[in-house]
């Protein structure tokens, strides 16, 4: 599966992937929500953090965006559960009618919290579960 990439695009990836020295696989700028989205390679979370946050401070500052960062997987479920963290999650994709589902269990205090303001987290789960394993929709109970 191929992901497009606008210039703007590739320009944050690479400056994110200069400035904190995590690979990232995907990035996604969303002007609407001020906000950039990275995905970076398993494992590379903490480069992108970098200590007491700093490289997501100064990616943050050279952007002027607000900087969300997922850590991927090759598992759909943990991939899931990462773009939801720190939430708890439960899990589960069906198929059905040819398409697939992830059901994402939540606590009844964190639903809000893993919804979102305006739906925003889910939105961006949607976008992120789509782009990087085929999933149709994301559904939180």
Same mark, same amino acid.
Not at 1 to 6: C, D, P, Q, R, V
Not at 15 to 36: H, M, P, Q
């Given at each position: 599966?191929?992901?497009?990439?606008?210039t703007?695009?590739?320009?944050?990836?690479?400056?994110?992937?200069?400035?904190?020295?995590? $690979?990232?696989?995907?990035?996604?700028?969303?002007?609407?929500?001020?906000?950039?989205?990275?995905?970076?390679?398993k /494992?590379?979370?903490?480069?992108?953090?970098?200590?007491?946050?700093?490289?997501?401070?100064?990616?943050?500052?050279?952007? /002027?965006?607000?900087?969300?960062?997922?850590?991927? $997987?090759?598992?759909?479920?943990?991939?899931?559960?990462?773009i939801?963290?720190?939430?708890?999650?439960?899990? $589960?994709?069906?198929?059905?009618?040819?398409?697939?589902?992830?059901?994402?269990?939540?606590?009844?205090?964190?639903?809000?919290?893993?919804?979102?303001? /305006? /739906?925003?987290?889910?939105?961006?789960?949607?976008?992120?579960?789509?782009?990087?394993?085929?999933?149709?929709?994301?559904?939180?109970?």
């Open positions: 599966m191929s992901i497009k990439l606008s703007e695009e590739i320009r944050y990836l690479t400056l994110f992937e200069s400035v904190t020295g995590a $690979s990232v696989k995907d990035c996604i700028v969303e002007n609407d929500e001020d906000r950039v989205i990275f995905v970076v390679k /494992g590379d979370m903490g480069l992108a953090i970098g200590k007491g946050g700093s490289n997501i401070n100064r990616a943050r500052k050279l952007i /002027g965006k607000k900087i969300e960062i997922v850590e991927h $997987s090759e598992d759909p479920v943990e991939f899931i559960k990462n939801f963290k720190p939430v708890k999650t439960k899990v $589960s994709i069906l198929e059905k009618n040819g398409r697939k589902i992830a059901v994402v269990n939540v606590d009844f205090e964190t639903k809000g919290l893993a919804i979102g303001k /305006g /739906g925003k987290n889910i939105n961006k789960a949607k976008l992120l579960v789509g782009r990087h394993h085929n999933i149709d929709d994301v559904v939180v109970r």
